[in-house]
């Protein structure tokens, strides 16, 4: 919630244990609900993408970029028109910058729909992907890796995105 009023000084109480807990007092005249994620680390900006790119049947839209104080919120959207089910690793995908490599986060106090990893043929999905904050003011790249046909079968390339602030 973002509130807005005037601090009016300090409430005091008791728990359900017997311990003394203070609050501050707040007589408020707007109070506004916000996501979780938007309190924690608010939007500063939204970097508008939309670029698809394709690979071996799995596409993935690179919407937007949601750019916060500590992390970097990647709204994507796959399609999957290949053969078999294509499935998303998402802890292997990456922003690159340079000869740094940025991963994903999966921060537990943010509430965010994730993309699901395994992705049916002819199935779509929309989802957000957390990634660290790269440097803004130098173009990086979005690195998408994935996989199709189970564990021995031969790794697709990653679908990968550049972009330029």
């Not at 199935?123 to 046909?149: A, C, H, N, Q, Y």
Request: charged share 30%; glycine share 12%; no cysteine.
């Amino acid at each position: 919630m973002h509130v807005r009023g005037e601090v009016l000084g300090e409430m005091v109480g008791e728990n359900a244990f017997g311990d003394e807990v203070r609050a501050v007092e707040v007589d408020a005249y707007e109070v506004e609900r916000v996501e979780g994620v938007e309190a924690i680390d608010p939007t500063l900006d939204t970097l508008e993408v939309g670029q698809t790119q394709s690979g071996e049947g799995l596409s993935i839209t690179l919407e937007s970029l949601d750019l916060g104080t500590k992390h970097v919120r990647a709204h994507v959207t796959a399609r999957n028109e290949g053969e078999k089910t294509a499935k998303l690793n998402l802890d292997r995908s990456k922003f690159v910058q340079g000869g740094e490599r940025i991963g994903t986060r999966d921060p537990y106090d943010y509430s965010v729909t994730k993309p699901k990893s395994g992705l049916p043929t002819g199935e779509e999905m929309e989802g957000t992907v957390i990634f660290g904050r790269p440097d803004l003011s130098k173009p990086f790249e979005v690195v998408f890796e994935w996989e199709s046909g189970g564990y021995m079968a031969k790794k697709p390339d990653p679908i990968v995105f550049q972009v330029t602030p």
